[in-house]
């Protein structure tokens, strides 16, 4: 099984600021089996990724991915309000799904 | 657009057998695989299964004995039975749509609502 460390685990930020999320595989990934979730209280994962670098439909540019191998990036080039909220990576090998712990982004 | 809409019983008590049904609304069944994952109150997502239209399934080693995924394709609908559920299994559980082929394969596009099981004696 590919275990996915996320880290920071909190990441105090303002608006406006650059968020940069790390997503590490404990075995390599392929890179089209990679995704990025955000998640607010009380709502279902919304997906961000997918490919490690592809936007999902209807997402903003300034959400970007990056990586490959066992270390990925999620990066929010300038925070808005609505961004605050818990990011999870997610990887798909040998016919398992696994999700890293999440990092939360809280209003500093 | 599609819709992912569950439901299911949302109280049980320790040892008895957790029942969710996930349907799905204005798109198509086929070409998809239709999951299930949890997240424990305050916790992380954990994926519990999969099955296709045929009725293929995967499933989490972990989970495996105890889980049963099956599907009606003429309603659309895809069901998750857990037996034997303990105070552990107090969850969201949620359905969700992934792919088979395509640049979004193996990944989760679509999620229902969430359905809160506690279990509880």
């Known amino acids: 099984e590919t275990v996915l460390t996320q880290s920071p685990g909190t990441l105090s930020l303002s608006p406006g600021e650059r968020a940069t999320l790390s997503c590490r595989a404990s075995?390599?990934?392929?890179?089209?089996?990679l995704a990025w979730y955000q998640q607010k209280p009380g709502q279902a994962p919304r997906l961000l990724i997918y490919g490690a670098s592809s936007r999902a439909t209807g997402i903003p540019d300034r959400f970007s991915g990056s990586g490959s191998g066992t270390d990925f990036t999620l990066t929010i080039s300038r925070l808005e309000p609505e961004d605050f909220a818990v990011y999870y990576c997610?990887?798909?090998?040998?016919?398992?799904?696994?999700f890293g712990p999440g990092t939360k982004v809280d209003i500093k | 657009q599609v819709q992912l809409q569950q439901w299911g019983a949302g109280l049980l008590k320790p040892s008895q057998t957790l029942s969710l049904t996930c349907a799905v609304y204005g798109g198509s069944f086929r070409g998809y695989y239709w999951s299930w994952i949890r997240q424990p109150p305050g916790k992380g997502l954990g994926w519990i299964g999969e099955?296709?239209?045929?009725?293929?399934?995967n499933y989490n080693p972990s989970l495996e004995s105890r889980v049963t995924i099956s599907v009606d394709t003429s309603s659309k609908q895809v069901f998750l039975r857990m037996s034997f559920v303990t105070a552990a299994d107090t969850a969201v559980y949620y359905c969700?749509?992934?792919?088979?082929?395509?640049?979004?394969?193996?990944?989760?596009?679509?999620w229902g609502q969430g359905t809160l099981v506690t279990v509880s004696s």
């Open positions: 099955i296709n239209h045929s009725g293929t399934t």
């Open positions: 075995q390599s990934v392929r890179s089209n089996s």
């Open positions: 969700a749509r992934s792919p088979i082929t395509g640049s979004t394969m193996n990944v989760f596009d679509i």
């Open positions: 997610q990887q798909y090998g040998n016919s398992l799904f696994t």
